[in-house]
């Protein structure tokens, strides 16, 4: 046992070491090229050296606090959207029926092309963004509950009635914590989609977050704050998806 | 994720296929058509809004034909289409064989589980100013853009499929005197080939995602520039069309997917 997590430990530094490596000798690579010498900031060497400024400065904490308050808005709304839809479309054969195409439509426009749109009908950009979010981040939720929901057992409602329980006793025991594992997967979905949509949403029209900062030392040819941005936001997304397949884990009653 | 129905059409009678695939979909987008064209209908009657009534539906209907005949929509479909298909190619010639090498070695799986996560969960729109630089035109940064977004669906979906091939059927077709290609070619890839769709599915709804973004930058051609054009002219019937041909395009691309994925099935209860 003990061992197995020291193996464990020993892949992934041993993996994470390759990446760091990789990356290292594209640094070295850059630098030892005239041609190329002008982004030798990418390299691993002048980004831990931006490290401190960064941070010091607050930049990268206030960036992630923006940009984490966004997707956290966006996502509460597409779970408070999502999983009533899930539900409507689990149980009745007929709105499943009704909304399946339209539904699959709207999942297929490119959540970025509702950008203009959304710009025009909120009063403001923070609004428009979290608007896509929730645009993105809704279907993977609203299918995911549907789908969970179509696994139920019918037997078990019977026998829940038979043992004299109420409506809520039903939803509380049998159907949430039942369809728990495949709403979280389809929030784990969401998040991976709301993070893609995120750093593109955050380039135009606005000055804060983690892709107004890309976007900036872009501008500012700042490539070592550049690749700690980037690395940032592998890192907090690496976090949230890790917190969230915990919590899959956690809720999983299929047994393998 | 889920969509079609499962029932086979040839078991069901044809009036009750008809209602399930002509009348109930009709119905439900006559909703959504009639929802906005009551948008537009109230758009048009404020008059502080008034200057947005080309996003209703009647305006964008009369500026499809001429979007059309003047080849605007075929051309900008046509340069998204591209980098689309050679980005999600490159993704599968990438992500299978990465999927089969995870699938098959523990040790493999190991090693590259944090390096590979901690790369998914880059936001693929943040490498656009490094992509910029490394590559000599737009359209390649695109599709590599594509590509990194793509590939990481196929590869776990390759993954998950080979774990669940018993080992059995390896040993079955050794004592049967199977070489590794026809090991491959008759065993792992009819296998997988479910699985293989269904993260080809995911990788699609991602790259779609991510195309439209990476086109409102740089680029004078593609879905994402014709929106940043509408956008700019105030041609906001144009900017709506483009958005239902991006919503149709999308959801013929993910149809075509989910046959295949039904297609190449071999688990009989999914």
């Known amino acids: ?256 | 994720m889920t969509g079609t129905t499962t029932e086979n059409p040839t078991r069901l009678k044809r009036s009750e296929w008809l209602q399930d695939h002509i009348l109930y979909p009709s119905i439900g987008f006559g909703i959504l058509i009639g929802l906005w064209a009551l948008g537009g209908w109230l758009l048009a009657l404020s008059p502080e809004t008034s200057n947005f009534t080309k996003f209703g539906l009647l305006p964008t209907l009369k500026a499809v034909p001429g979007l059309i005949s003047s080849g605007y929509i075929a051309e900008h479909v046509w340069a998204s289409g591209y980098r689309l298909a050679i980005g999600l190619i490159l993704a599968i010639l990438v992500g299978v064989p990465i999927g089969i090498a995870i699938g098959l070695s523990k040790i493999t799986e190991q090693i590259s589980n944090e390096p590979f996560q901690l790369l998914r969960m880059v936001s693929p729109l943040s490498w656009m100013p490094i992509v910029v630089f490394v590559f000599p035109k737009w359209d390649q940064a695109i599709i590599f853009l594509i590509t990194v977004a793509a590939v990481w669906p196929v590869v776990y979906a390759t993954a998950a499929g080979l774990k669940k091939v018993d080992p059995a059927w390896f040993k079955v077709s050794k004592n049967l005197g199977a070489s590794f290609r026809q090991l491959l070619s008759e065993v792992i890839f009819p296998a997988i080939a479910f699985d293989i769709f269904t993260g080809i599915r995911l990788s699609l709804g991602i790259a779609w995602v991510v195309l439209v973004p990476a086109e409102l930058l740089g680029v004078s051609s593609g879905l994402g520039y014709a929106i940043k054009d509408a956008r700019e002219t105030l041609a906001y019937d144009q900017l709506t069309a483009m958005v239902v041909v991006i919503g149709i395009l999308g959801f013929i691309l993910d149809s075509f997917v989910a046959r295949m994925v039904k297609r190449y099935s071999w688990q009989r209860d999914l």
């Open chain 1, 1 to 256: 046992m003990f061992g197995a997590i020291i193996a464990r430990a020993f892949y992934s530094l041993f993996g994470l070491s390759i990446l760091f490596g990789l990356w290292w000798y594209g640094g070295w690579l850059l630098e030892s090229n005239p041609a190329t010498m002008g982004f030798a900031d990418f390299g691993p060497g002048p980004t831990y050296d931006a490290i401190p400024y960064l941070f010091g400065e607050g930049i990268i904490q206030e960036a992630s606090i923006t940009s984490g308050s966004r997707l956290g808005i966006g996502l509460l709304l597409a779970i408070v959207t999502g999983i009533p839809i899930g539900i409507l479309m689990g149980r009745s054969k007929v709105f499943k029926k009704l909304s399946n195409t339209p539904f699959q439509f709207l999942r297929m426009v490119s959540p970025l092309s509702w950008e203009p749109i959304a710009v025009i009908a909120l009063p403001t950009w923070n609004q428009a963004i979290i608007f896509l979010i929730s645009m993105a981040a809704v279907w993977p939720i609203a299918f995911a509950t549907a789908a969970g929901l179509a696994k139920l057992d019918p037997a078990w409602f019977k026998v829940a009635r038979n043992l004299g329980a109420t409506w809520l006793d039903v939803l509380k025991e049998i159907i949430l914590p039942a369809i728990a594992f495949d709403v979280l997967t389809g929030i784990r979905l969401a998040l991976g989609v709301a993070w893609i949509v995120i750093v593109p949403a955050e380039f135009l029209g606005i000055t804060s977050g983690l892709g107004y900062t890309i976007q900036d030392s872009r501008e500012n040819l700042e490539y070592a704050s550049l690749a700690v941005t980037i690395l940032v936001i592998g890192v907090i997304g690496f976090l949230m998806d890790g917190i969230c397949l915990a919590a899959i884990k956690r809720f999983s009653w299929h047994h393998k």
